[in-house]
């Protein structure tokens, strides 16, 4: 049960290091009104394991700290992305061409009052849904289901405990 614990912790802290590498990596299209967060492309993986919900809330909590966010994008940005992955996990066992649905779908009812209440984006909310949509659809569905298909084949391998 502690090793069971323990490679959770550690792949949700793997998941969350590398959601703040990539959003810090690719900063300058991370953030704003038109985006296209490649980090993102991580919310994919709650259909190889639970750990990547806590990883991913995280990973994205700290990603918008570092990269200088305010406390309501922190605060509300990720938990569009916990939204997002919760909704992942839930569709685990249907086609992977579902998946990428929750996090586009949260961020785009989320994030565009973020950029207007926060940071005084005066766009109009429809514009912004469909600047942060086209931006997660390039991040959730292209280059999720890329990372979808890359791992499935060694999700034994990387996914499942394999203690001695």
């Given at each position: ?137 390039i991040s959730c569905f292209g280059l999720g289901l ?19």
């Open positions: 049960m502690k090793n069971k614990n323990l490679l959770f912790t550690v792949q949700a802290a793997m998941i969350a290091a590398i959601y703040v590498v990539l959003t810090l990596i690719f900063a300058p299209i991370s953030f704003g009104e038109i985006q296209v967060r490649i980090a993102e492309a991580l919310t994919i993986l709650p259909l190889f394991t639970p750990a990547a919900i806590p990883g991913l809330f995280i990973g994205c909590l700290i990603g918008n700290i570092v990269g200088g966010a305010v406390l309501p994008d922190i605060i509300f940005g990720s938990l569009a992305t916990l939204i997002g992955a919760v909704g992942t996990y839930f569709l685990r066992n249907k086609t992977p061409y579902l998946a990428p649905l929750p996090p586009i779908i949260a961020n785009i009812l989320i994030v565009p009052y973020v950029l207007r209440l926060a940071y005084g984006v005066n766009l109009p909310i429809p514009f912004m849904m469909m600047t942060v949509g086209v931006g997660e659809v890329i990372v979808y298909f890359a791992l499935r084949k060694y999700r034994d391998v990387i996914f499942t405990p394999h203690f001695n």
